[in-house]
């Protein structure tokens, strides 16, 4: 079946404008994650969903960042006045509800000049 | 708290040698743990995970890693090295709520 998708693959945006990331996880999993992942460092959790709830937000690193989550179903990653720190690739992982496996998307390339 | 240490950012062997790349896990709990690879420009795929039952644990594209509690590891290795193994591998550790703790990295080069 088909994997996570996430759009757009590249973005390119300008210092103060927002943006949004789209994250479609496999269909029937009910957990969903976004990460970052800045040039030349780890993996970074930002937030988790279980269904359209959000448990877990402690990796989301300012107010400048924000998330929902439709139903089971799309997630947008939304990042207000961007700045160059932010240029990162974002990932997004689904799994289903009580399977530790995530399965990742190929992630969004976000520069932000 | 859950974290992982993956000692060398970059390893670099020739075609054919054995590949060890190391994974310390520290966890207040019983871990499951997680070796994933990274190709370039490519999002993460699932070599193999750790959930308690066989210590070694055998994945994808002839990789293994052995849980060892005494030393807290989670060593990944392959007996012999192809080209096609040349990427980015992370080792992770189940945090609270499912979350992945991610180590930084490794860097695998492979040399003909």
């Known amino acids: 079946g088909a994997g996570v998708s996430q759009s757009p693959s590249n973005k390119v945006t300008e210092k103060g404008k927002d943006v949004e990331l789209r994250c479609d996880p496999i269909?029937?999993?009910?957990?969903l994650y976004w990460y970052r992942q800045r040039l030349g460092q780890g993996l970074e959790f930002l937030i988790y969903f279980q269904g359209n709830s959000a448990p877990d937000k402690s990796g989301l690193p300012s107010d400048r960042f924000s998330a929902e989550r439709t139903g089971e179903s799309v997630s947008t990653l939304t990042i207000q006045r961007t700045q160059q720190e932010d240029s990162a690739v974002y990932l997004c992982?689904?799994?289903?509800?009580?399977?530790?496996?995530?399965?990742f998307g190929p992630g969004t390339r976000l520069l932000v000049l | 708290a859950q974290s992982v240490t993956q000692l060398g950012s970059h390893v670099s062997v020739s075609e054919g040698a054995l590949v060890l790349l190391r994974c310390n896990y520290s966890?207040?709990?019983?871990?499951?743990l997680f070796w994933y690879v990274q190709y370039p420009n490519q999002g993460l795929q699932l070599l193999l995970k750790y959930t308690s039952a066989a210590t070694l644990v055998k994945g994808i594209n002839g990789f293994e890693a052995e849980f060892k509690k005494s030393e807290t590891s989670f060593h990944l290795t392959k007996p012999s090295a192809h080209m096609s193994d040349a990427a980015e591998y992370f080792c992770?550790?189940?945090?609270?709520?499912?979350?992945?703790?991610f180590g930084q990295g490794t860097t695998l080069q492979v040399k003909p």
């Open positions: 269909s029937g999993h009910t957990a």
């Open positions: 992770a550790v189940i945090g609270n709520t499912g979350k992945l703790i």
């Open positions: 966890s207040s709990v019983p871990p499951y």
């Open positions: 992982a689904s799994s289903p509800l009580g399977v530790e496996t995530q399965y």
